[in-house]
């Protein structure tokens, strides 16, 4: 299916666009200044995917695979939470493109209008899953790390325990920690 001819010159700006704007991340990025914040790269990518969608064809877009690219961006950067509303934004652009599709092509294909969403949202869960699983994997093996660390005798017997007891209440969001030793 061919986009309509009127979306030329817009979908041209809007790759333009988006063009420059990945560029200026990437250099963000590699230079570490300004700190990119990855929910806001991941709800601009969105944003761009569901217009090159609608501008584009719709359920027929090519630009499609670009909602999977900002689901995996936010699930392996925020987590489970993040990805999942990503997932669903996605989701509800990529309807909203092919609702705006149908009103300027004929040949949109009823199945791919409905089947398309469904795999966005299974794709979207099972990568936010695993972003979520990832990331809390990290954080424990974190925690393991500095509990595991070897404790320099010069520092006495209480500022390592102390130090970890700190560790763990960070971990799990704790105010408080007790410590019983049995002698």
Request: proline share 4%; with cysteine; charged share 15%.
């Amino acid at each position: 299916a061919h986009e309509p001819a009127q979306f030329v010159a817009v979908t041209n700006a809007t790759l333009i666009v988006y063009s420059i704007y990945s560029l200026a991340v990437l250099w963000a990025v590699s230079r570490s200044r300004p700190r990119v914040p990855p929910r806001a790269v991941a709800w601009i990518d969105v944003a761009f995917a569901g217009c090159l969608s609608a501008v584009t064809g719709g359920t027929n877009s090519v630009f499609f695979f670009f909602f999977l690219l900002a689901v995996l961006s936010a699930a392996f950067t925020r987590g489970f939470r993040e990805g999942m509303l990503i997932t669903g934004a996605s989701t509800v652009a990529y309807a909203v493109a092919g609702l705006v599709a149908l009103q300027f092509a004929a040949d949109q294909e009823l199945d791919r209008t409905l089947i398309r969403p469904i795999y966005l949202l299974t794709l979207g869960f099972l990568v936010s899953y695993w972003g979520g699983s990832e990331l809390e994997l990290k954080r424990r093996l974190a925690l393991l790390r500095e509990l595991a660390g070897a404790i320099n005798p010069r520092e006495g017997g209480v500022t390592p325990i102390t130090t970890r007891l700190r560790a763990l209440c960070t971990f799990f969001n704790a105010d408080n920690a007790l410590l019983a030793v049995e002698y």
